[in-house]
Each structure stands twice: as structure tokens, then as C-alpha cells.
């Protein structure tokens, strides 16, 4: 989906670079990426991986911005990478900065039974179960076939991951937010909040919340020259 929307917006991909789960030495990839100069690099892995990514990038001199998904989103992350995480951002499925009462709600009931911030996954398991026990209502009960319709018939249902709609091929469709890293203070910082096509910022009276979408976290990298994009 990454390179698909990427290329579509002027951006053009020069170079991709995989690698295997647990891998720790990514120098080989990282220099081949090097020397195609990129002007970004997007790697939708896991913290564990990133981190390293992240560290032997800055050791090759590679100062590029690093982008990536959901799959960055935990406290260990900034542990692991430090300082090499300056000048990354990552695409999530909503911000704990977000002022919304919905969110801080969420948020203060999470750390109340958890005593922590919840992350991104835990607000989609939420999510999950509202707009479930939303479709048993509509549906009237748990009959197997009706739910299934009444599920993928979910339409703008306001969950703290933004508003949800489930599109023909019954993926959810929402906004995301992008956070910058600030490896300083150990967390991620609300930038912006981006809408898919067809969708709009919600009005202030509507109380929706605007938060994320996700690229889908695996273990390839890419390198890109943004060009045309923002």
C-alpha cells in the first residue's frame, strides 16, 4: 500500500532492501541504500529491528529522515535506538495528545487498570470490541450470518482510533496520525492527523476523534527519492 500511494503521489521508489526477523548486522543493505542517495528511508518493521536499523544508518553517515508504521510504537524503542531516532516519523492509529474526552477517557481508564499509557494496539483492541458489541446490537444478536452483515455494514462509528467505516472489501477505513520521534524525552509527538479520500476533518461539534492509519509493519526497507511529494 506504501509504495502504491507513494508512487501515485510523485514519489518514486529507487531502491528496496530486505532482511529476516532477529537479524541484527543491516550495514550491507544500508550501504547499497547509501549509494543510491535517497532522500527518505521507510522501514516498516518491528522496534527491535528499527532500532538497530536506525543506529547503523547514523554510523554510516546516513542522516535522511526514517519513516515507518505502527510496528516502531513501544516505549522500547527509544531505549534500544537512543539518539539515532532523531528525524523519524511514524504513521499510528492514534495520539495520547489528542485532547478529545473520548481518548482521555480511554486513557485514564487504561492507566487506572494497567498503570501505563496505552499504545496503539491497545486502543484498536478496544476499538475492536465497541464496534463488535455496536454490530450485535444492530444485528439484534449474535446469529453468525446477521452479525457478519451488521459488522461489515460499520459506517463512521467514533472509536479513539478515529471514525471507522468498513469499506467493500470490509478494510477499515480512518484517518491516521503522524508522530515525529523525540528520542530525547522517550516519546512520540503529534504532527498531523491525515484523512483517506472521501473522508474530512470532523467539526468541532462532532467530537470525532482524527487519529491513524497504518502502514502494514514487515521486513522490508525502502529507500526513496521523494520528488513531487510533500
Known sequence: FFEE??????????TQQTYAQKDQDFKAQLTQMRDQKPDVIYIP??????????KQARELGMNQPLLGGDGWD???LFKLGGA???????????SADNPAPEIQNFIKSY???FGAVPDAIAALA????????????RAGGTDGPKLKDAINATKNYAGVAGAISLDA???????AVVLELAPADSKFTYKETIYPEGMSAPTA???TNSNAVTANSNANSAAANTNATK
Do not use: M, Q, T
Open 74 to 76: 513501544s516505549p522500547e
Open 111 to 113: 492507566k487506572a487498570k
Open 205 to 207: 461539534a462532532s467530537n
Open 5 to 14: 500511494e507513494f508512487v501515485k503521489l510523485g514519489g518514486k521508489v529507487i
Open 84 to 94: 539515532a531516532l532523531k528525524n523519524a516519523y511514524i504513521s499510528n492509529h492514534y
Open 169 to 175: 472489501n470490509r478494510n477499515a477505513v480512518k484517518p
Open 45 to 54: 518493521g518491528y522496534y527491535g529491528e528499527v532500532a538497530i536499523i536506525a
Open 126 to 137: 478496544y476499538d475492536a470490541a465497541k464496534v463488535l458489541a455496536d454490530a450485535i446490537k
